[in-house]
């Protein structure tokens, strides 16, 4: 087994060398789609051996086995040029057959991607590196999927549009007390690179029996995504976790109007993270019921949410402070999601969670649809001991949310747990940002000793400075 890590690793220093490309969204965008080639030829091979009718919609003259996998192939210039003038315009306008869903997402991938690389002779040096990964071996593919994710927290964040990566151990925690089960239908219609539904599926590969299980699971899950990055790598995500045709469309879940979501379109779970402390483009909100309409995209991906599911749909999300508390609009969307769900957990995280991406407040809601809510539990998460916040190298562990699922099925109050009835809430004009009444704050022991020495030692260094002051005047 290669050493993928080491691989991805040179790759990066390579591309470092060339100066078509900027920075590391530049740098990830290229890997990215030079993988999904590599990745999604590697598949062809095998499927080409399972049926011998099987005919890639990936052109032969453009398959990576056929420019890119001889390390002597074309380099420099001609190389350059064939990805700049043919690679690139031909999976641009692709001419897909009816039905063919592979088809389309190559199409898509491509018309939002692009080439930054200039030089061939370094293009040629990552392509060669890229070749010594076989995604056909079960080992290099498990490997390759943990390397991958460390590729996508380097997309962490854009502050100004409030996307930021989530950390795996929270997209674990939420999936796992989801539960989705075989055969329901999962979505995250914010899907971002698809870090939930990855979860998910794992989640769910636990319970395959039978091949008709496998194709069951083929077909269940689902996402969309608007932006082109992060479509082209939760694609590759997806087909890295035996996904063969991605259920993820290239576009703005908000774009679709409230009303025209039907019963065949809901779905029984609801994982995500939508994005939030961003504004929806221009005319978005009015997609959405007169009483709901804002610019704020967590508010109304909110309502979305709460309209996509089924009665008796469950939901596992990730909310700011912000979305809990507020007037007018926000208070209107708490109002419905509390008399249309039954908002049973608020899990409270400690600020630092996202960080250094995000320093917002967050919170992990679980609802399930269909009946009002009566009451709610929160649990306040607190760091570790002796921890005094998250950081990129010290992230949230999956192993910490251990005593929130142990209390989960035996719900009591504690110091770090609560429970909320619905009047209250109510009489609150439905403000869910409730702080633990049981925390118990920590007793100050003061050392008067101590705090006699240090007020000494600042008088004593007043006085120096006052006489200083004084012989320079005289």
Request: aromatic residues 8%; neutral net charge.
């Amino acid at each position: 087994m290669s050493n993928i890590s080491g691989i991805i690793k040179s790759i990066r220093d390579i591309f470092r060398k060339d100066p078509g490309l900027s920075g590391d969204a530049q740098r990830i965008e290229q890997l990215g789609w030079m993988i999904f080639l590599k990745l999604f030829d590697d598949k062809d091979k095998e499927k080409e051996i399972l049926d011998t009718k099987y005919k890639s919609p990936i052109p032969s003259e453009l398959q990576w086995r056929n420019w890119a996998e001889n390390d002597e192939g074309i380099t420099g210039e001609q190389l350059i040029d064939f990805i700049n003038n043919k690679l690139f315009p031909q999976l641009k306008n692709l001419t897909v057959a009816v039905g063919d869903k592979l088809g389309i997402i190559i199409r898509q991938i491509f018309d939002g991607t692009n080439n930054y690389m200039k030089s061939g002779t370094t293009f040629r040096q990552a392509i060669n590196k890229l070749n010594e990964i076989d995604f056909n071996s079960s080992k290099e593919h498990h490997v390759f999927n943990v390397i991958y994710e460390d590729i996508l927290q380097g997309l962490a964040t854009k502050k100004d549009t409030g996307e930021f990566y989530t950390p795996r151990a929270v997209t674990q925690f939420l999936v796992d007390m989801v539960n989705p089960q075989l055969g329901e239908k999962i979505t995250d219609p914010a899907c971002g690179t698809a870090g939930f539904l990855v979860c998910a599926i794992e989640h769910l590969k636990k319970q395959v029996k039978t091949i008709a299980d496998k194709q069951t699971l083929q077909e269940t899950v689902t996402g969309s995504e608007l932006k082109p990055l992060p479509f082209m790598l939760s694609v590759v995500n997806l087909i890295t976790h035996d996904i063969a045709v991605p259920k993820i469309t290239n576009g703005d879940s908000l774009s679709r109007e409230y009303n025209s979501i039907r019963q065949k379109d809901r779905v029984d779970i609801i994982v995500a993270n939508p994005p939030f402390g961003g504004v929806v483009g221009d005319g978005m909100e009015t997609n959405f019921p007169l009483n709901y309409r804002t610019k704020e995209s967590a508010d109304l991906f909110l309502i979305l949410f709460i309209q996509l599911l089924k009665d008796g749909g469950r939901a596992g999300i990730v909310l700011p402070d912000g979305s809990l508390t507020g007037d007018g609009v926000k208070q209107r969307v708490r109002q419905k999601l509390l008399e249309d769900c039954n908002v049973h957990t608020i899990i409270r995280l400690p600020q630092s969670v996202f960080a250094p991406y995000a320093t917002v407040n967050t919170n992990l809601i679980f609802f399930e649809k269909g009946k009002p809510t009566k009451e709610i539990w929160y649990y306040e998460h607190t760091l570790p001991e002796g921890q005094k916040a998250y950081s990129k190298t010290k992230p949230i562990r999956i192993e910490e949310f251990n005593p929130i699922k142990d209390w989960w099925n035996n719900r009591k109050e504690s110091e770090v747990s609560w429970k909320v009835p619905i009047k209250t809430i109510v009489d609150r004009n439905y403000d869910l940002d409730i702080k633990n009444p049981n925390k118990v704050a920590e007793e100050v022991v003061y050392d008067r000793k101590k705090i006699i020495q240090s007020l000494e030692d600042s008088f004593k260094k007043s006085l120096e400075i006052l006489n200083e002051l004084s012989s320079t005047e005289k």
